[in-house]
């Protein structure tokens, strides 16, 4: 794969230091935790028959990112020479060494290690830590799909400015200003709208803006729906919104403002992450504007955007 | 208010959710009751309009709120009966408009946000008093509901240029989805709907809510 053109913080999801994507598991943590395993030293050409005897010991649950053996110099009087350390178990499951030697059945010298017990987030990390006990590095599926990822920075941040600026004076003045633009896969913008929720407790503006492109499209036989549509909204919107989003197979949504009812968070407020909650059917990218403040209309935290 | 009258009002939904398969939409039917009466009637037309959100319960929701400009002094002591459990996006607008309980009949495995995807008629941010979360009570007329679309989609089937076997083909009228009910409601909830005698559908032991339990014959 191509390199990133952008710079990610892959913590944080955030790209060139103004866009963060909401993910719900991050790319893993960075402090290293340890655990006591038994490691048995053993003779190299015991290793087929140690290795058919480790698979029926079910007491033991190995974390699977750990290589089984290592090889190890010993030097000696004689000589240098080989052995093999093998990575039993837990401590923890079996606590001494005779319980561990009635279930082996192997000669070998049994001592006490300890080693990694999480997945290294990055390969650098998993060099440093293989130093400890080898790691097998399969990659990291978050930092894959955070490379693969192409914004355009300006367009987006032109197109935040543009509802910022409605934002902080409305059209409206007796209604939220909270603003909601859709733009195609090309970039057009096909409508912005504000909340009208005065006599339609429910007409937010990314329900308007939803069932305006509706109209807008009728007589379209090429559009479906919302679909490689582009969203970006001053507010967060609520569970409602988002899923109407979902519904609509929305491409991404851009977002100015936090708010705790929003639907989007994984982390804060309900969590819901409703943009990857239906996995099966569609999900779409979510990001919250991080870079120089872009401002917004004043909304109630509590309100549902 | 017996269980005989929710049956009724349910069977008022599956009218609903007739007509949408009469018109060719993803047979989905509610009515809105206050005060024992039916105040609207919805049913899904995201088809027709070609629009996604279209769902019958947003259709009926629209109709009140333009019959009554005071719809939020009503709705909490409104009762919605939707053949199929609510989508997240109606389930969340449920909850800001206030609603006193929702009746389904079947789960909504891909899209439910009254216990199948998400909890969002009873989730409390920080565990803070909140007036708005509402009671849940599927299965009332849960078979009737699948069996509406599962007919759907079988007039899908037929039409598409290939049809799926032959199997695939004939409207399956003997197996039905069991509810998993502590998804949705807890037990207290479920007893003071349903009654103590319905219990063995709570806990998986029986197929369905019926109005009439049949009375057990008392051995000899
Ligand atoms: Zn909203
Ligand atoms: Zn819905």
């Given at each position: 794969?191509?390199?990133?053109?952008?710079?990610?913080?892959?913590?944080?999801g955030?790209?060139?230091?103004?866009?963060?994507?909401?993910?719900?598991?991050?790319?893993?943590?960075?402090?290293?935790?340890?655990?006591?395993?038994?490691?048995?030293e053993?003779?190299?050409?015991?290793?087929s028959?140690?290795?058919?005897?480790?698979r029926?010991l079910?007491?033991?649950?190995l974390?699977?990112?750990?290589?089984?053996f290592?090889?190890?110099?010993v030097?000696s009087?004689?000589?240098?020479?080989t052995?093999?350390d093998?990575?039993?178990?837990e401590?923890?499951k079996?606590?001494?060494?005779?319980?561990v030697?009635?279930?082996?059945?192997?000669?070998?010298?049994?001592?006490?290690v300890?080693v990694?017990?999480?997945?290294?987030?990055?390969?650098?990390?998993?060099?440093?830590?293989?130093?400890i006990?080898?790691?097998?590095?399969?990659?990291?599926?978050?930092?894959?799909?955070?490379?693969?990822?192409?914004?355009?920075?300006?367009?987006i941040?032109?197109?935040?400015?543009?509802i910022s600026?409605?934002?902080?004076?409305?059209?409206?003045?007796?209604?939220?200003?909270?603003?909601?633009m859709?733009?195609?896969?090309?970039?057009k913008?096909?409508?912005?709208?504000?909340?009208?929720?005065k006599?339609h407790?429910?007409?937010?503006?990314?329900?308007?803006?939803?069932r305006?492109v509706?109209k807008?499209?009728?007589?379209?036989?090429?559009?479906?729906l919302?679909l490689?549509c582009v969203?970006?909204?001053?507010?967060?919107?609520?569970?409602?919104?988002?899923m109407?989003?979902?519904?609509?197979?929305?491409?991404?949504?851009?977002?100015?403002?936090?708010?705790?009812?929003?639907g989007?968070?994984?982390?804060?407020?309900?969590?819901?992450?409703?943009?990857?909650?239906?996995?099966?059917?569609?999900k779409?990218?979510a990001?919250?504007?991080?870079?120089d403040?872009?401002p917004?209309g004043?909304?109630?935290?509590?309100?549902?955007? | 208010?017996?269980?005989e009258?929710?049956?009724?009002?349910m069977?008022?939904a599956?009218?609903?959710?007739?007509i949408?398969?009469?018109e060719?939409?993803?047979?989905?039917?509610?009515?809105?009751?206050?005060k024992?009466?039916?105040?609207?009637?919805?049913?899904?037309k995201?088809?027709?309009?070609?629009?996604?959100?279209?769902?019958?319960?947003?259709?009926?929701?629209?109709?009140?709120i333009?019959?009554?400009p005071?719809?939020?002094?009503?709705?909490?002591?409104?009762?919605?009966?939707v053949?199929v459990?609510?989508?997240?996006m109606?389930?969340?607008?449920?909850?800001?408009l206030?609603?006193?309980?929702?009746?389904?009949?079947?789960?909504?495995?891909?899209?439910?946000?009254n216990?199948s995807?998400?909890?969002i008629?009873?989730?409390k941010?920080n565990?803070k008093?909140?007036s708005s979360?509402?009671?849940?009570?599927?299965g009332?007329?849960?078979?009737e509901?699948?069996?509406?679309?599962r007919?759907?989609?079988?007039?899908?089937?037929?039409k598409?240029?290939?049809?799926?076997?032959k199997?695939?083909?004939?409207?399956?009228m003997?197996?039905?989805?069991r509810?998993q009910?502590?998804?949705?409601?807890?037990?207290?909830?479920?007893?003071?709907m349903?009654g103590?005698?319905q219990?063995?559908?709570?806990?998986?032991?029986?197929d369905?809510?019926?109005?009439?339990?049949?009375?057990?014959?008392?051995?000899?």
């Amino acid at each position: 794969m191509k390199e990133s053109p952008h710079k990610i913080d892959f913590k944080d999801g955030i790209f060139d230091n103004c866009l963060q994507k909401l993910i719900k598991d991050g790319i893993g943590q960075e402090n290293m935790n340890m655990q006591e395993v038994w490691v048995m030293e053993i003779n190299p050409k015991d290793s087929s028959k140690v290795n058919g005897m480790l698979r029926e010991l079910k007491n033991f649950h190995l974390l699977p990112f750990l290589k089984k053996f290592q090889k190890r110099t010993v030097e000696s009087e004689t000589g240098n020479s080989t052995v093999l350390d093998v990575l039993i178990g837990e401590t923890s499951k079996l606590q001494s060494e005779e319980e561990v030697n009635a279930l082996l059945k192997v000669d070998g010298k049994l001592r006490r290690v300890n080693v990694p017990s999480n997945y290294p987030p990055t390969k650098e990390l998993c060099t440093e830590w293989s130093k400890i006990w080898p790691i097998v590095w399969k990659g990291n599926p978050i930092v894959q799909e955070l490379n693969s990822i192409r914004l355009d920075i300006q367009e987006i941040s032109e197109n935040l400015r543009k509802i910022s600026e409605l934002s902080v004076s409305p059209p409206l003045k007796d209604e939220l200003p909270i603003f909601t633009m859709v733009a195609d896969r090309k970039g057009k913008v096909l409508t912005i709208k504000q909340d009208e929720r005065k006599n339609h407790q429910l007409h937010h503006s990314t329900m308007l803006a939803i069932r305006d492109v509706a109209k807008l499209q009728q007589n379209d036989p090429k559009s479906y729906l919302l679909l490689d549509c582009v969203i970006y909204t001053t507010h967060e919107p609520c569970p409602m919104c988002c899923m109407a989003l979902l519904h609509s197979r929305i491409e991404r949504l851009v977002f100015l403002k936090d708010m705790t009812t929003g639907g989007l968070k994984f982390h804060e407020g309900y969590g819901y992450g409703i943009q990857t909650a239906c996995t099966l059917n569609w999900k779409f990218d979510a990001y919250r504007w991080c870079g120089d403040e872009i401002p917004v209309g004043i909304v109630d935290d509590l309100a549902y955007a | 208010m017996g269980l005989e009258t929710h049956f009724n009002f349910m069977k008022k939904a599956l009218d609903a959710a007739q007509i949408a398969l009469d018109e060719l939409e993803v047979p989905i039917g509610c009515i809105f009751v206050y005060k024992n009466k039916i105040i609207a009637q919805g049913s899904n037309k995201t088809n027709a309009t070609s629009c996604g959100i279209n769902h019958a319960e947003m259709e009926a929701i629209d109709e009140i709120i333009a019959k009554y400009p005071n719809y939020k002094e009503i709705l909490p002591f409104a009762d919605l009966y939707v053949t199929v459990e609510p989508c997240i996006m109606c389930a969340s607008a449920l909850r800001q408009l206030g609603i006193r309980r929702v009746f389904f009949g079947c789960a909504n495995d891909r899209f439910g946000g009254n216990g199948s995807v998400l909890t969002i008629h009873s989730d409390k941010l920080n565990n803070k008093l909140d007036s708005s979360i509402y009671p849940v009570y599927p299965g009332i007329y849960a078979k009737e509901a699948v069996t509406l679309l599962r007919k759907f989609y079988l007039n899908q089937n037929e039409k598409s240029p290939n049809p799926q076997t032959k199997k695939l083909r004939q409207l399956d009228m003997e197996n039905f989805p069991r509810l998993q009910f502590e998804k949705y409601l807890t037990k207290e909830q479920f007893v003071d709907m349903y009654g103590e005698s319905q219990l063995d559908v709570y806990v998986g032991e029986s197929d369905e809510i019926v109005l009439q339990r049949p009375t057990k014959i008392p051995k000899i």
